[in-house]
């Protein structure tokens, strides 16, 4: 199996920043075997892909309301993927979830919530104005 644990949530003042890491395990975990990135779910329950990483940890999507404030990264060494969180709104407000599905081939296809089999608890990040 794969074990997402993530960390870093909190609150914080609009403008403010928040990095957010998932740390990856299990024995099934391999290195540059799995494409990865974060979901967030809304207090509406609506869930969004924020940011992707393919298995080479090169990022490969951003939603459009993140791009130019938030920066997905691997840490290879450390098994961990982070996502770095600078001019925060109010409208980013949710619970942030890491996800990982595995890819043997680099392909990471579709990038919606049902295709990622891993997850991790969600850390919540609050912005107030």
């Known amino acids: 199996q794969v074990q997402l644990q993530e960390s870093g949530g909190g609150s914080v003042q609009a403008g403010g920043s928040l990095r957010l890491s998932c740390a990856a395990s299990?024995?099934?975990?391999?290195?540059?075997?799995?494409?990865m990135g974060w979901f967030r779910q809304f207090p509406t329950k609506e869930r969004e892909g924020v940011a992707f990483?393919?298995?080479?940890?090169?990022?490969?999507h951003y939603t459009d309301s993140v791009k130019g404030r938030f920066a997905i990264s691997l840490d290879n060494a450390k098994n961990t993927l982070y996502l770095q969180m600078n001019s925060l709104k109010p409208e980013d407000t949710a619970m942030y979830y890491c996800?990982?599905?595995?890819?043997?081939?680099?392909?990471?296809?579709?990038?919606?919530?049902?295709?990622?089999?891993?997850w991790g608890q969600g850390t919540q990040v609050t912005v107030s104005s």
């Open positions: 299990g024995s099934k975990y391999r290195k540059g075997e799995y494409c």
């Open positions: 996800a990982a599905r595995y890819s043997s081939i680099n392909y990471c296809g579709s990038l919606t919530g049902p295709d990622f089999p891993y």
């Open positions: 990483i393919d298995t080479g940890g090169r990022p490969i």
